[in-house]
């Protein structure tokens, strides 16, 4: 019994770093810091748009999180708006928006999220 709670427990610290380390371990781009993973939504973003997808949620400014992630030299910023903004890495597309609609619940919401993703092999979007 000891043994599976031991095994149990190890498995769930590796998931938690695998999910840290995320967009940074997988696509190269640094998360904001301070952003939580949400893994739900997470999941749903890939599932239903043939994505590989990290979904980050803060608290801070939109504009904080822009100049951020305008300071960061490998990032091209493709497009900027009062309520987004999105940057490119390579086949790898980093959005920040604020407000955001969560299309499961319908609300708007007005913490500002951070979704990194790329395509995954064979999408016909991919590039």
């Given at each position: 019994m000891k043994n599976k709670i031991k095994i149990v427990l190890a498995l769930t610290l590796i998931a938690l770093c695998a999910a840290a380390l995320g967009a940074e371990e997988k696509f190269g781009?640094?998360?904001?810091?301070?952003?939580?993973?949400?893994?739900?939504?997470?999941?749903?973003?890939?599932?239903?748009?043939?994505?590989?997808?990290?979904?980050?949620?803060?608290?801070?400014?939109?504009?904080?999180?822009?100049?951020?992630?305008?300071?960061?030299?490998?990032l091209k910023l493709m497009g900027e708006t009062k309520e987004n903004a999105m940057f490119k890495k390579g086949d790898v597309d980093i959005t920040i928006q604020n407000p955001w609609l969560d299309t499961k619940t319908g609300q708007m919401m007005k913490d500002t999220l951070i979704t990194i993703a790329k395509y995954k092999r064979g999408h016909q979007n991919q590039p």
């Open positions: 781009v640094k998360v904001y810091e301070g952003a939580k993973l949400d893994e739900a939504l997470s999941k749903w973003v890939s599932e239903s748009f043939s994505l590989e997808a990290f979904c980050y949620r803060t608290n801070d400014s939109l504009e904080k999180v822009v100049a951020f992630y305008k300071e960061e030299p490998d």
